[in-house]
C-alpha cells in the first residue's frame, strides 16, 4: 500500500489557528489511507528563533494528545512559506494542510510568481499535492 505524506506547518508556541490547523490535518491523516504526518515548524533566521522537535513535539502532544506515527521537523529559513515550500517538496507531500490565517501570505508569495494567484491550484499544479484550508 502506498503511504500519503501529509504535511502540517503550524506555528511555535502554538497558537490558537496552529493548534485549529493541526487538528484538521490529523482528521485528513486518519480519513486519508495510510497516511503519515509530518508536523512542521520554521525557525526564522532573522528571529534567531531555535525551536527544537523535542519542545515541538511536546507542545503538539500537550495540545492534541500523542500522535505515535507523527514526524517532527523543525527547519531554519529566511522566508516561512519558501521554507515550507521546501519540505513539501522535500518529502513528496501529497496534502498540505495550512492555516486559514495563512493563505493570504501565500498568495502575496505566488502573486510575485504569477498574475492570478489561486493558491490551492498553484501549490496543486506546482507541487502535485492537494492543499486543504483550515478553518478556524
Given at each position: 500500500?502506498?503511504?500519503?505524506?501529509?504535511?502540517?506547518?503550524?506555528?511555535?508556541?502554538?497558537?490558537?489557528?496552529?493548534?485549529?490547523?493541526?487538528?484538521?490535518?490529523?482528521?485528513?491523516?486518519?480519513?486519508?489511507?495510510?497516511?503519515?504526518?509530518?508536523?512542521?515548524?520554521?525557525?526564522?533566521?532573522?528571529?534567531?528563533?531555535?525551536?527544537?522537535?523535542?519542545?515541538?513535539?511536546?507542545?503538539?502532544?500537550?495540545?492534541?494528545?500523542?500522535?505515535?506515527?507523527?514526524?517532527?521537523?523543525?527547519?531554519?529559513?529566511?522566508?516561512?512559506?519558501?521554507?515550507i515550500l521546501d519540505e513539501v517538496?522535500?518529502?513528496?507531500?501529497?496534502?498540505?494542510?495550512?492555516?486559514?490565517?495563512?493563505?493570504?501570505?501565500?498568495?502575496?508569495?505566488?502573486?510575485?510568481?504569477?498574475?492570478?494567484?489561486?493558491?490551492?491550484?498553484?501549490?496543486?499544479?506546482?507541487?502535485?499535492?492537494?492543499?486543504?484550508?483550515?478553518?478556524?
Amino acid at each position: 500500500m502506498i503511504t500519503q505524506q501529509v504535511v502540517v506547518p503550524v506555528r511555535y508556541p502554538l497558537t490558537a489557528h496552529s493548534k485549529a490547523t493541526l487538528r484538521k490535518a490529523i482528521a485528513v491523516a486518519e480519513d486519508a489511507d495510510d497516511a503519515e504526518l509530518t508536523v512542521l515548524h520554521v525557525n526564522l533566521y532573522h528571529e534567531n528563533d531555535h525551536t527544537s522537535r523535542s519542545d515541538l513535539k511536546e507542545a503538539v502532544e500537550a495540545a492534541v494528545g500523542e500522535l505515535p506515527e507523527a514526524r517532527y521537523v523543525v527547519r531554519t529559513g529566511l522566508l516561512v512559506e519558501e521554507t515550507i515550500l521546501d519540505e513539501v517538496v522535500e518529502q513528496g507531500a501529497d496534502i498540505v494542510v495550512i492555516g486559514q490565517k495563512q493563505a493570504p501570505r501565500w498568495r502575496r508569495m505566488v502573486r510575485r510568481i504569477v498574475d492570478d494567484p489561486d493558491i490551492e491550484q498553484y501549490l496543486e499544479r506546482e507541487l502535485d499535492a492537494k492543499v486543504v484550508t483550515a478553518s478556524v
